[in-house]
């Protein structure tokens, strides 16, 4: 049976039918057209009138249609940690970020994630890469939320871990590393995969060390053996951590790994670097991490509002784009303010001009369409979900029904809904081809 707080058919393989303007590619104006659902799955994409004399079940010829929005990387025992300003990344930490999650081992946990899934799909993002906290069964408890969707609005798709940990922060949030490491064998630093029962499932696991200044180089080389024997087991595990936030950051990582030629290295020779790693911020790097990070095919996730809240400096795009490097977009709640993908992809172009403005002439900004593509089909992509992001035949029914201004259907549409962004465009939510009820969020 499903959850009383969705709106669903009676059958949760029922079709449904979607009318409206289908933003196919952000790249050209939407297409008058229609959707049909079964099950979980877009089944058909057609221009033009609905089929038959088929009534649509949701959409008008007024309305845009897109895939949801997908962040890659949110934190989300920080959810309500938003707004602690003036401090810069180390003592942000201890003084805020700490003890929020400590709060959320001991008693927090199942509010604060509902909060968290609730602001994020109210603002349409129905995807995440995320973080949890270091401690073991409050997360694993998490995770079957995630996977099952109880007492959550549904079923977001999602990547996640807890967070790994071994030195440098309050003893409560380092408890279980340690704790792990006195063991004979030492159980793993993973979470278990969640039961998804007769479901396809939606959460998956990922390893995540915070960052190298929590991890000792022997905590590091542990996980990136643990991810190599469950990829050789048949698990697609994803790593996730920071790279490179902050200068203060970059020099303690080199007082604690003195003989690392970089940063970068830290974790190259601990195993973690490949094409299912997701490398937050990387703002001060030299050009050789660069190449490194390229060589990987790591993704890097630039994370714009975070950027600008802790004055961490300004992410150099064109290196990036100079060094073939894969990019995705995250958020980075609670020191990015804002879970609406649209209002960070906009950050992202604003953080170009202003580099352009200031320090780079030549800099490349990225125009709206290509800051949409991203938090949907480009954040997709990134996360190895290759039927999300995007409409056509097969793709995940994981949807938002838009209505705006009728002056806003021009060439200038998705301009408009970037620099306009707001939750009240969003007319309904479609997540696993189900509407979601709007009283859950």
Not at 22 to 43: C, E, F, K, V, Y
Not at 166 to 178: G, K, M, S, W
Request: hydrophobic share 45%; proline share 8%; with cysteine.
């Amino acid at each position: 049976m499903l959850p009383d707080f969705l709106e669903s058919p009676d059958s949760p393989d029922a079709a449904m039918l979607l009318r409206g303007l289908l933003l196919l590619d952000p790249g050209r104006p939407p297409t008058p057209g229609w959707l049909r659902i079964d099950g979980d799955r877009i089944a058909e994409v057609g221009e033009g009138a609905s089929p038959g004399a088929a009534r649509p079940d949701a959409g008008a010829p007024d309305c845009i249609i897109t895939p949801a929005f997908i962040d890659a990387h949110i934190h989300l025992p920080q959810i309500d940690s938003v707004g602690a300003d003036g401090m810069e990344l180390l003592d942000w930490l201890n003084r805020v970020i700490y003890p929020a999650e400590s709060w959320w081992g001991r008693s927090g946990a199942t509010h604060m994630l509902r909060t968290a899934v609730r602001r994020m799909i109210h603002q349409g993002t129905l995807g995440f890469a995320g973080y949890l906290t270091s401690h073991g069964d409050v997360n694993a408890a998490a995770t079957r939320a995630l996977a099952s969707g109880a007492g959550l609005p549904c079923r977001p798709r999602c990547i996640v871990g807890r967070v790994a940990m071994d030195r440098e922060a309050p003893d409560d949030l380092l408890e279980h590393d340690r704790w792990r490491a006195g063991r004979a064998p030492s159980p793993t630093p993973l979470l278990p995969e969640p039961d998804h029962g007769a479901r396809r499932p939606r959460c998956s696991i990922s390893a995540n060390p915070r960052f190298a200044i929590s991890c000792t180089a022997e905590l590091l080389a542990e996980i990136g053996w643990t991810v190599r024997d469950r990829r050789a087991a048949g698990a697609p595990i994803f790593t996730q951590t920071h790279l490179a936030e902050s200068p203060a950051e970059c020099a303690r990582v080199a007082r604690l790994f003195p003989d690392a030629p970089n940063y970068t290295s830290v974790y190259a020779d601990a195993g973690l670097l490949d094409d299912r790693t997701l490398l937050a911020h990387c703002i001060h790097l030299a050009d050789d991490e660069w190449r490194c990070i390229a060589e990987r095919k790591s993704v890097v996730v630039h994370c714009p509002t975070a950027n600008i809240f802790l004055e961490a400096g300004l992410f150099d795009l064109d290196a990036a784009r100079e060094h073939g490097v894969r990019l995705a977009l995250g958020s980075d709640v609670a020191a990015g303010p804002d879970v609406a993908m649209p209002r960070v992809a906009r950050a992202m172009i604003e953080m170009a001009k202003l580099r352009r403005m200031t320090i780079a002439p030549e800099a490349h900004v990225p125009t709206p369409e290509q800051a949409w593509s991203m938090i949907t089909r480009g954040n997709a992509d990134a996360l190895g979900w290759a039927d999300a992001g995007r409409l056509e035949p097969g793709a995940a029914a994981d949807l938002l029904i838009l209505r705006t201004p009728e002056t806003w259907l021009d060439e200038h549409l998705v301009g408009r809904l970037i620099y306009n962004w707001s939750a009240e465009l969003l007319v309904s939510r479609i997540v696993e081809g189900r509407l979601v009820a709007p009283d859950t969020i």
